[in-house]
């Protein structure tokens, strides 16, 4: 289970310019066993508040909980339990899957042999394995996704975390990583978040939706319970009226 | 908890080294950069100076119109030099480099000229870009002056004065300088080519370490294990270490099979280099190669590309590639504080190892307290830059 209370963050602006304000005041929860969407337009601060969910950066206030576990006070226990695909995926080239995989398996503390069977059993899962022994400097897209999903799934975490998965993936990529997210909910009653722009994705995947704007949690509930809140039966209508109280944004409002 | 750590140290550390030995077209550029140019340099330097000592000792003179000097040309015989006609166009091939040896031209009436008491010019014809003609103006010049000497004595005889009256004082001129000590200044190269085999040992590794990880987008990732960052830089920097180590290694190793093509003799017997001095090499770097992996990491982690680091990491080349060069050009000899600075210290030490001097515990104590303290500090800023909010 993954608490936000509160959650505040904005980055200098050095030299004249002004701050920016990346997330101010974000509040949501993710349960077990549900996929949590954070839905937002680009630049919402999706992105800045996955970060400070994974303790990658401190917040200015608010607080994380990870399983109870105050992210800002124990960051290497609350790490041990989550789970992170984040917005960079970078891949070491010059290693095979496994080795990255095993790598990562071995930085949350598997032994050798753990590591080394956790990579065998998620590139079965993810439809990899005949991948795992190549180096990752020639993969595509979707074999580099895959591995990177793997790399954050290594150590089993009780909590995982997707900034933006299905970016830059085919159809079928997309309904194979769908499927993944579904049995990780289904069969291990994890607690899935993922971040997306992509209403569609939402629709379904989603069994509860954040929406944020400009870098706020606007609205929570299941993807029927922000219909009926917005008044609208299309649910890229309903976003928008939540998010942006009815009027088409202009262009650069969402900070 | 201590355990763990340990363990997450030596992961990173196995995991740096494998990927910077997979890396192979870094690896021969690095070896062949580092490795073999300090061999190469030190073949060609001893070829130089044997062409050298070679000229130093051949008595030959190349002259146009010798047959106008019958005098001269006897004298020169007389002191055992071989007499050669000098190519026609000489002054060109003198500034083209193509001779080494100066050209002397008597004009037709020497001979006549002489018998008059006119003193006739000679042309003693050189250039200032051709340094072994240069050499061996100087030696001509002193033959001719001996030449002039004989004959201005003769003269004075006839009229029966006594050639000691021109003589008030005598000069013996005792260059105490020999081959050797010419070589010495050569072998101070030595030490200048193991340092840049440790700088570009630790260059590639470190920029890939630090500034490649946050380039290709995995430094997130790996930020994200539940480790304290301290352990995460510890390898890394133990992996760049050893890398710049077994450069520094292999440097000092490859000049001893480098010494037995050596075509001077003097340069030969002046360079003491056995399996002793290439430890000793090694052992002087470590401390070195040590530091300069940390303060290249804590220079690169900066950057948010490896093309970036490497502009600002090559300043820590320059600048720990350079010291040893001041001191080598430097006319003053070994100063004390010359220990104090990394790079020159260690040149410094190296070059006293090959003079086989004695190190004392003080001399390399402090250059090696020095690169502790570089190293701590460059340490800490990687931990730093990692746990601040560097990530965008």
């Known amino acids: ?255 | 908890m201590i355990g763990a750590a340990f363990a997450a140290v030596r992961t990173v550390a196995g995991k740096e080294l494998l990927d910077a030995w997979r890396d192979r077209r870094t690896l021969w550029t690095v070896l062949a950069s580092a490795v073999a140019v300090g061999p190469l340099v030190l073949v060609l330097l001893s070829a130089l100076l044997a062409d050298l000592e070679q000229r130093a000792q051949a008595r030959e003179v190349w002259v146009q119109g010798i047959e106008h000097a019958p005098g001269l040309r006897n004298f020169f015989e007389r002191q055992t030099w071989v007499v050669h006609p000098a190519p026609a166009d000489h002054e060109r091939l003198l500034r083209d480099n193509a001779i080494g040896h100066p050209v002397l031209v008597v004009p037709p009436d020497f001979e006549a000229a002489l018998a008059r008491g006119e003193a006739p010019v000679v042309e003693l014809v050189s250039s200032a870009g051709n340094p072994r003609a240069e050499a061996g103006a100087a030696r001509l010049a002193q033959m001719l002056h001996g030449y002039n000497h004989e004959q201005a004595t003769l003269r004075l005889a006839v009229r029966g004065v006594s050639p000691a009256l021109l003589e008030a004082l005598r000069v013996q001129p005792r260059d105490v300088a020999d081959a050797a000590q010419r070589a010495a200044q050569l072998t101070l190269m030595l030490p200048f080519f193991v340092l840049l085999a440790v700088l570009y040992g630790a260059l590639a590794a470190a920029l890939d370490t630090t500034a490649g990880e946050r380039e290709r987008g995995s430094l997130e990732p790996l930020l994200a294990c539940p480790q304290p960052p301290l352990a995460l830089v510890l390898g890394k920097w133990l992996a760049v270490t050893a890398v710049a180590a077994a450069l520094a290694l292999l440097s000092a190793l490859s000049f001893l099979p480098g010494q037995w093509l050596l075509a001077s003799e003097a340069l030969a017997a002046m360079l003491h280099y056995g399996l002793g001095e290439a430890l000793a090499f090694f052992v002087l770097l470590l401390p070195l190669a040590a530091a300069v992996a940390a303060a290249m990491m804590a220079v690169a982690i900066r950057s948010r590309s490896v093309k970036e680091a490497q502009t600002t990491a090559t300043l820590v080349v320059l600048v720990v590639s350079l010291l040893p060069m001041l001191a080598l050009f430097g006319q003053r000899g070994e100063q004390p504080w010359q220990l104090w600075l990394p790079g020159l210290a260690q040149s410094v030490l190296m070059g006293r190892v090959l003079r086989g001097q004695a190190l004392e515990t003080t001399d390399w104590l402090l250059p090696l307290a020095v690169c502790a303290l570089l190293t701590l500090l460059a340490l800490a800023a990687v931990v730093r830059a990692l746990r601040g909010a560097a990530l965008r």
């Not at chain 1, 984040?86 to 598997?110: S, W």
């Open chain 1, 1 to 255: 289970m993954i608490e936000v209370e509160q959650l505040a963050k904005r980055y200098a602006g050095g030299r004249g310019r002004a701050d920016v304000v990346a997330v101010a005041g974000a509040s949501w929860r993710a349960t077990d066993g549900r996929i949590t969407a954070l839905l937002g337009a680009n630049g919402a601060g999706k992105t800045t508040t996955l970060r400070l969910v994974a303790g990658l950066v401190a917040p200015d206030a608010g607080a994380v909980h990870i399983d109870g576990i105050d992210v800002a006070a124990q960051p290497v226990a609350a790490r041990a339990r989550l789970g992170l695909l984040g917005d960079a995926r970078g891949l070491y080239p010059r290693l095979t899957a496994r080795e990255n995989i095993v790598y990562f398996g071995r930085l949350h503390g598997l032994a050798p042999a753990a590591a080394a069977a956790r990579a065998q059993v998620l590139a079965r899962q993810l439809g990899f394995a005949a991948l795992l022994d190549r180096r990752c400097e020639g993969y595509s897209q979707g074999e580099r996704m895959k591995t990177a999903l793997a790399r954050a799934l290594v150590h089993d975490p009780a909590n995982v975390v997707l900034d933006e998965p299905t970016n830059g993936l085919d159809v079928v990529a997309t309904r194979a990583l769908r499927e993944v997210l579904r049995r990780l909910r289904d069969e291990t009653g994890k607690c899935v978040v993922i971040s997306t722009h992509v209403m569609q994705e939402v629709e379904r995947l989603a069994d509860e939706v954040v929406v944020m704007a400009a870098g706020r949690t606007v609205a929570c509930g299941s993807v029927a319970a922000l219909r009926a809140q917005a008044g609208e039966a299309d649910f890229e209508a309903a976003f928008v009226r939540l998010a942006y109280g009815g009027a088409q944004p202009v262009a650069g409002a969402g900070a």
